[in-house]
């Protein structure tokens, strides 16, 4: 799904640029477009697997009608997050709260589930599935990026080692099969992370030790411009998928 970078807000370009790593790039503004397109005016929208909360306070921002809540297991994460909003006060329309995805419930349905790089990192995403469906109202959308199965690597060399999944990634057949038991239809499902976000992730792995400082003014701009090619390309495979459901 090639991307509109034109669209894309300023304020949320320069909280991405914070990202030298390829994936931050890649994911967060795919996620951006497709929330984009969605014109979430008056939505509730949560956060699943929120981080410490960048992305959420940056489209909270954003979308300053919509209201966000951020969930995350990681209780120090939330700490982190909630210390955002006490230096920015000016963002008033977002929550964040330590729970667990698979069993979470929000105050009311939500419009909106947006899940980032977070289900490779959970042993029982089919339970985590059903509670998304679980807190959507009928029609909700759920967005999704998750590794793809199998992985692709430069001259077979894994520069990037994900210690912490508990799967490599997932098959197309195998995710939307999930979804459909969940209860979820499938609206778009594309690849990200192509032969320039795959360029991207190896360049940077490559280079990114001390001992390369010298090196970045170079290889950052570089890694940005392989990114933006793999936004604005329709990939026929990737390392990624980018998944939008509809609650049926």
């Given at each position: 799904?090639?991307?509109?970078?034109?669209?894309i807000?300023?304020?949320?370009?320069k909280q991405?640029m914070?990202?030298?790593?390829?994936?931050?790039?890649?994911?967060?503004?795919?996620?951006?477009n497709?929330?984009?397109?969605i014109a979430?005016?008056?939505?509730?929208?949560?956060d699943a697997g929120?981080?410490?909360g960048?992305?959420t306070?940056?489209l909270?921002?954003?979308?300053?009608?919509s209201?966000f809540?951020?969930v995350?297991i990681n209780?120090n994460?939330?700490n982190v997050?909630?210390?955002?909003?006490l230096?920015n006060p000016s963002?008033n329309?977002v929550?964040?709260?330590?729970g667990?995805?698979?069993?979470f419930?929000c105050?009311?349905p939500v419009?909106?589930?947006?899940?980032?790089?977070?289900l490779e990192?959970?042993?029982?995403?089919v339970?985590?599935?059903?509670?998304?469906?679980r807190?959507?109202?009928d029609?909700?959308?759920l967005?999704?990026?998750?590794?793809s199965?199998?992985?692709?690597?430069?001259?077979n060399?894994?520069v990037n080692?994900q210690?912490?999944h508990v799967?490599?990634?997932y098959?197309?057949?195998?995710?939307i099969s999930?979804?459909i038991?969940?209860?979820?239809?499938m609206?778009m499902?594309t690849?990200?992370?192509?032969t320039?976000?795959q360029l991207?992730?190896?360049?940077?792995?490559?280079f990114?030790?001390v001992?390369?400082f010298?090196?970045?003014?170079?290889i950052?701009p570089?890694?940005w411009?392989?990114?933006?090619l793999?936004l604005i390309?329709?990939?026929?495979?990737?390392n990624?998928?980018?998944?939008?459901s509809i609650?049926?």
């Open positions: 799904m090639p991307i509109n970078i034109n669209s807000n300023i304020y949320f370009i991405i914070r990202f030298a790593h390829p994936s931050g790039i890649i994911r967060t503004l795919t996620l951006y497709a929330i984009h397109n979430p005016q008056n939505k509730y929208i949560l929120c981080g410490n960048g992305i306070f940056s909270a921002n954003e979308y300053k009608d209201q809540v951020g995350d209780p994460n939330i997050a909630k210390s955002r909003m230096k963002i329309n929550a964040f709260i330590n667990d995805l698979a069993s419930r105050s009311k419009d909106i589930i947006y899940c980032i790089d977070v990192h959970i042993e029982d995403d339970n985590v599935f059903n509670n998304f469906s807190n959507l109202i029609g909700g959308k967005i999704i990026h998750v590794p199965s199998p992985q692709r690597s430069f001259f060399i894994d080692p210690s912490d799967r490599e990634g098959k197309k057949d195998d995710i999930k979804l038991m969940a209860g979820l239809k609206e499902i690849y990200t992370f192509g320039f976000g991207a992730w190896f360049i940077h792995g490559l990114r030790s001992t390369f010298f090196l970045w003014p170079i950052y570089l890694v411009f392989l990114a933006y793999d390309n329709t990939n026929v495979k990737g990624g998928l980018f998944i939008i609650k049926q």
